[in-house]
Each structure stands twice: as structure tokens, then as C-alpha cells.
């Protein structure tokens, strides 16, 4: 029950950031013509590329549409509730990585809103959701799950990449760890050839999963309980049975 309501509080605080940022449209789609220009710049405009050749297959519009809209919730959930059920002494470090990028996001969503690509048809956009699914993530029951400008970052990759770092780092099994490994760059696909992020959104979640497993691993350190260590090995220690004394 903890658990729950410590989610459904930063669930609140979310939905009052896309509250305030709903009203800043002009400002998000300066800030994302500002992101294309520096694509462009380096040369790493390469969205439009990504989409003109998933257009050619419709079967795999499909499957990615489906990864888009689903994976962030019911792979994030799996996850963390395989966590707590199996490997306890982990979870509650890892749901700290996981506040610690959600506080962050929610603070940069604030300061740089970002409208995504799919709002953008003049560069050649293609919003797959809505085309082929049929589904308007601006209108409607769907629109209170989601903000239209929190492109930077992306908190499909940031999350993924907590999955795919931590199932990697707790697992032995091979074929776990490659399906860790690739999960991420599932997403990344996904994410991109739906119109719905940017390469630099990309970025910017990637690296956002870094500083929240870094700040969990050492800024928080000194103030969580032995079991909430990283690694396979994280179990309560006891103290030693003290010495007896000598006659």
C-alpha cells in the first residue's frame, strides 16, 4: 500500500506539470524547431529517414504502434513488481532511480517543453498512432495519460533503460541479458519511427537514466538501509557475535 500511494503521489505531481506545461504551446514548438535546427546542424536529423522507410510496412507500423502506446506501462509495471516480489532488496533502489528521473523530467518539462515530431507534417512527420491506429493521443480518455510537450526527455528511453540496465546487472542468463540489452534499442525505434520523439529526446533520456542511477548509487548511499545495495550479492548484514572476554 506504500508503494502504491508513494506512485500515485508522483502520478498527482505529474499531471499538474502537464497541467501548467498544456498552456505553453507556443514555447514547445519554438523549443522543438529549435532541436531540429541542431539535428540538422550535426547532421543527426534523421527522424523523417527512419519513418519514410517504416511507411513501406505496414504489418511492422502495427507492431511498433503497439510497443509505443503499451510498453511504458505494462513493461515498467511487470518489471518493478517482478522486483518486489523476487528480488526485494533490489526494488526499492531501483524505484528511487526511477523518482529521481521522474523529478528531474518533470522539472525540465517546466523549464523546456517540447512538442514531438508528429505535430510537425511541414518537415515531413507522420503521426503512425493516429493514421494507422486510429487513436488521437491529444483528445479524448488518452489525453489525461499523456503531455504533448514533454518530448526532453524521453522517459520511454530514460525507463528503458533502467530495465534493460538493471535486468542486465541482476541476471546470469544469457538470453535475459540479451533481451535487456535489446529492449532499449526497441524502444528507441519505436519511440522515433512513431513520430512521437526526436533523436536529441532520445539523448536526453539516456542520459537522464545515468544521472538517476548515479545519484541513487551515491547521493542516496549514506541514507538507505543495507538492503537497498546494488548488485546480486545486496542481503542484510548482521553484526558479529561479539568476542568473549578474556578471565
Same mark, same amino acid.
Given at each position: 500500500?506504500?508503494?502504491?500511494?508513494?506512485?500515485?503521489?508522483?502520478?498527482?505531481?505529474?499531471?499538474?506539470?502537464?497541467?501548467?506545461?498544456?498552456?505553453?504551446?507556443?514555447?514547445?514548438?519554438?523549443?522543438?524547431?529549435?532541436?531540429?535546427?541542431?539535428?540538422?546542424?550535426?547532421?543527426?536529423?534523421?527522424?523523417?529517414?527512419?519513418?519514410?522507410?517504416?511507411?513501406?510496412?505496414?504489418?511492422?507500423?502495427?507492431?511498433?504502434?503497439?510497443?509505443?502506446?503499451?510498453?511504458?506501462?505494462?513493461?515498467?509495471?511487470?518489471?518493478?513488481?517482478?522486483?518486489?516480489?523476487?528480488?526485494?532488496?533490489?526494488?526499492?533502489?531501483?524505484?528511487?532511480?526511477?523518482?529521481?528521473?521522474?523529478?528531474?523530467?518533470?522539472?525540465?518539462?517546466?523549464?523546456?517543453?517540447?512538442?514531438?515530431?508528429?505535430?510537425?507534417?511541414?518537415?515531413?512527420?507522420?503521426?503512425?498512432?493516429?493514421?494507422?491506429?486510429?487513436?488521437?493521443?491529444?483528445?479524448?480518455?488518452?489525453?489525461?495519460?499523456?503531455? &504533448?510537450?514533454?518530448?526532453?526527455?524521453?522517459?520511454?528511453?530514460?525507463?528503458?533503460?533502467?530495465?534493460?540496465?538493471?535486468?542486465?546487472?541482476?541476471?546470469?542468463?544469457?538470453?535475459?541479458?540479451?533481451?535487456?540489452?535489446?529492449?532499449?534499442?526497441?524502444?528507441?525505434?519505436?519511440?522515433?519511427?512513431?513520430?512521437?520523439?526526436?533523436?536529441?529526446?532520445?539523448?536526453?533520456?539516456?542520459?537522464?537514466?545515468?544521472?538517476?542511477?548515479?545519484?541513487?548509487?551515491?547521493?542516496?548511499? &549514506?541514507?538507505?538501509?543495507?538492503?537497498?545495495?546494488?548488485?546480486?550479492?545486496?542481503?542484510?548484514?548482521?553484526?558479529?557475535?561479539?568476542?568473549?572476554?578474556?578471565?
Amino acid at each position: 500500500m506504500l508503494q502504491a500511494a508513494l506512485w500515485a503521489l508522483a502520478d498527482l505531481l505529474y499531471e499538474g506539470v502537464r497541467g501548467i506545461v498544456a498552456g505553453r504551446a507556443s514555447v514547445a514548438f519554438a523549443n522543438a524547431r529549435s532541436v531540429i535546427s541542431l539535428e540538422q546542424s550535426t547532421g543527426t536529423f534523421w527522424e523523417p529517414h527512419v519513418q519514410s522507410w517504416i511507411l513501406g510496412h505496414r504489418e511492422l507500423i502495427e507492431v511498433i504502434n503497439w510497443i509505443y502506446l503499451n510498453a511504458q506501462f505494462s513493461v515498467n509495471l511487470l518489471f518493478l513488481a517482478a522486483l518486489y516480489i523476487w528480488r526485494n532488496e533490489i526494488f526499492y533502489f531501483v524505484r528511487n532511480m526511477y523518482f529521481v528521473a521522474m523529478g528531474v523530467a518533470l522539472v525540465v518539462h517546466l523549464g523546456f517543453p517540447v512538442a514531438p515530431p508528429r505535430l510537425f507534417p511541414e518537415y515531413g512527420f507522420v503521426d503512425t498512432v493516429q493514421r494507422y491506429a486510429h487513436i488521437n493521443q491529444d483528445v479524448g480518455a488518452i489525453s489525461l495519460f499523456v503531455n &504533448p510537450y514533454a518530448a526532453v526527455p524521453s522517459m520511454h528511453m530514460c525507463f528503458s533503460l533502467l530495465v534493460g540496465g538493471t535486468t542486465i546487472r541482476l541476471t546470469r542468463r544469457r538470453s535475459l541479458r540479451v533481451l535487456g540489452g535489446l529492449y532499449p534499442l526497441l524502444v528507441l525505434f519505436a519511440i522515433v519511427s512513431t513520430g512521437n520523439h526526436f533523436i536529441f529526446d532520445a539523448a536526453a533520456g539516456a542520459v537522464l537514466a545515468l544521472v538517476a542511477a548515479l545519484a541513487a548509487g551515491r547521493v542516496m548511499a &549514506p541514507m538507505r538501509p543495507t538492503t537497498w545495495a546494488w548488485g546480486r550479492q545486496a542481503v542484510l548484514h548482521t553484526p558479529p557475535d561479539p568476542e568473549p572476554e578474556l578471565a
